[in-house]
């Protein structure tokens, strides 16, 4: 039997249980699934496609990879993606625990080591937990330029993720043109996660780039579309239209890559239903809802920033997405030094313990890798009234 780690949020059972005694009632901004309603024009899609009585097709239907075509092409700068080369899946966690397997990754015979899977420093934890299910070997790293020879021939899969989660960071169109320079001369797939994209703050132009994207990716000489050769693009509606409920996600990208994907996953029946195609159709083709949601989570991240600052917390990154990721603002070196001491995973569940005592339950940093230790990740999810309420504790 496949041993994998205890699951992470399991951890959270003693603060959140802390929290919950708060007279007010409890806060929660830890694992960020959405409060807001699932907008209307979604909610009719479903229901209009309840009637299905017969198997949806693993591809998507047409449709709805139109649909999501024209979304790229909108809302994604990515102006040239064949329908064809988009697959819908069962939510962006499915598809990110099961790629590296799906790819064929693991431990290679004769080759004496297992595949190499490269994902960032601080990083969502199913990177790491799709590895070690194919059997592959995850490796975390900002710098995979700096990798050695022997390391990248092992490098099979390199996941890069912008904004990301936790820290909201945006990576530059210069570094993701150079990863992908160095995937092709490795013979590595490229996975971006990019599901917080329709989120941007502190973002000039809001503009965050894709894989997909020409500036990106580059045009194919002979062709003259953009070269989506060793590409996956990874994305859920999820959290710009309220659907985690929905479970409705899909993937873009090379030819050959999604044909392989597609195959394998009619052989293994994992198929999104009918009627959520339908509704993540709708929801690709109306962006006022989207529009609308995001001012929500503005308003809710304007008065949540300065009252963090408040309670002694200082916000780094945090330039896109659903989060905050915090820190003490008392730096560990004492005045006078010249270096600061590291911090500690102890230093993360300080801050999660304060913040309980307050009757808010936020995310620690080290779920997301050593590089998270010291940290906290807050999440706008919730309603206002309760963000009004986490709001008045920090400032108290």
Same mark, same amino acid.
């Given at each position: 039997?496949?041993?994998?780690?205890?699951?992470?949020?399991?951890?959270?059972?003693?603060?959140?249980?802390?929290?919950?005694?708060?007279?007010?009632?409890?806060?929660?901004?830890?694992?960020?699934?959405?409060?807001?309603?699932?907008?209307?024009?979604?909610?009719?899609?479903?229901?209009?496609?309840?009637?299905?009585?017969?198997?949806?097709?693993?591809?998507?239907?047409?449709?709805?990879?139109?649909?999501?075509?024209?979304?790229?092409?909108?809302?994604?700068?990515?102006?040239?993606?064949?329908?064809?080369?988009?697959?819908?899946?069962?939510?962006?966690?499915?598809?990110?625990?099961?790629?590296?397997?799906?790819?064929?990754?693991?431990?290679?015979?004769?080759?004496?080591?297992?595949?190499?899977?490269?994902?960032? !420093?601080?990083?969502?934890?199913?990177?790491?937990?799709?590895?070690?299910?194919?059997?592959?070997?995850?490796?975390?790293?900002?710098?995979?330029?700096?990798?050695?020879?022997?390391?990248?021939?092992?490098?099979?899969?390199?996941?890069?993720?912008?904004?990301?989660?936790?820290?909201?960071?945006?990576?530059?169109?210069?570094?993701?043109?150079?990863?992908?320079?160095?995937?092709?001369?490795?013979?590595?797939?490229?996975?971006?996660?990019?599901?917080?994209?329709?989120?941007?703050?502190?973002?000039?132009?809001?503009?965050?780039?894709?894989?997909?994207?020409?500036?990106?990716?580059?045009?194919?000489?002979?062709?003259?579309?953009?070269?989506?050769?060793?590409?996956?693009?990874?994305?859920?509606?999820?959290?710009?239209?309220?659907?985690?409920?929905?479970?409705?996600?899909?993937?873009?990208?090379?030819?050959?890559?999604?044909?392989?994907?597609?195959?394998?996953?009619?052989?293994?029946?994992?198929?999104?239903?009918?009627?959520?195609?339908?509704?993540?159709?709708?929801?690709?083709?109306?962006?006022?809802?989207?529009?609308?949601?995001?001012?929500?989570?503005?308003?809710?991240?304007?008065?949540?920033?300065?009252? !963090?600052?408040?309670?002694?917390?200082?916000?780094?990154?945090?330039?896109?997405?659903?989060?905050?990721?915090?820190?003490?603002?008392?730096?560990?070196?004492?005045?006078?030094?010249?270096?600061?001491?590291?911090?500690?995973?102890?230093?993360?569940?300080?801050?999660?313990?304060?913040?309980?005592?307050?009757?808010?339950?936020?995310?620690?940093?080290?779920?997301?890798?050593?590089?998270?230790?010291?940290?906290?990740?807050?999440?706008?999810?919730?309603?206002?009234?309760?963000?009004?309420?986490?709001?008045?504790?920090?400032?108290?």
């Amino acid at each position: 039997m496949l041993t994998l780690p205890e699951y992470p949020w399991d951890a959270m059972a003693p603060y959140v249980e802390q929290a919950q005694q708060h007279p007010d009632g409890v806060v929660n901004l830890s694992i960020g699934t959405p409060v807001d309603p699932t907008p209307e024009v979604i909610q009719q899609a479903l229901a209009a496609a309840s009637d299905a009585p017969g198997y949806p097709t693993t591809h998507g239907t047409l449709t709805l990879r139109e649909a999501i075509a024209g979304w790229f092409a909108r809302r994604r700068r990515v102006p040239d993606l064949d329908p064809a080369n988009i697959l819908p899946t069962v939510g962006s966690k499915e598809l990110v625990a099961w790629l590296p397997t799906l790819l064929g990754l693991g431990s290679r015979a004769g080759a004496g080591a297992a595949d190499f899977v490269l994902r960032p !420093l601080v990083a969502y934890p199913t990177y790491d937990i799709g590895a070690q299910i194919a059997g592959a070997t995850p490796l975390a790293t900002d710098d995979p330029f700096s990798l050695d020879e022997d390391t990248l021939k092992r490098v099979k899969l390199i996941w890069i993720n912008s904004p990301s989660n936790p820290t909201g960071a945006v990576a530059s169109l210069e570094w993701m043109r150079s990863v992908v320079k160095l995937a092709r001369r490795i013979g590595a797939v490229v996975a971006s996660d990019e599901c917080y994209a329709e989120l941007p703050w502190d973002v000039a132009g809001d503009d965050v780039p894709s894989l997909l994207d020409p500036r990106v990716c580059g045009i194919d000489e002979v062709t003259g579309a953009s070269d989506h050769r060793g590409l996956l693009t990874v994305y859920s509606a999820s959290k710009q239209s309220n659907l985690a409920g929905y479970r409705a996600a899909f993937a873009a990208g090379c030819p050959e890559l999604i044909a392989g994907l597609v195959n394998t996953r009619k052989h293994a029946g994992m198929i999104v239903p009918a009627p959520i195609q339908a509704a993540l159709t709708a929801a690709l083709n109306d962006d006022a809802h989207v529009s609308a949601q995001r001012e929500v989570y503005r308003r809710r991240r304007e008065l949540m920033v300065p009252a !963090l600052a408040a309670a002694g917390l200082q916000i780094e990154e945090s330039r896109a997405g659903l989060y905050l990721w915090c820190r003490s603002a008392q730096g560990p070196a004492a005045e006078g030094e010249t270096s600061a001491t590291p911090a500690t995973a102890e230093d993360t569940w300080r801050l999660v313990q304060e913040m309980a005592e307050r009757g808010i339950v936020v995310g620690p940093g080290v779920f997301y890798g050593e590089q998270g230790n010291g940290y906290i990740r807050v999440a706008l999810t919730a309603s206002d009234e309760r963000i009004s309420a986490a709001v008045a504790r920090l400032r108290a």
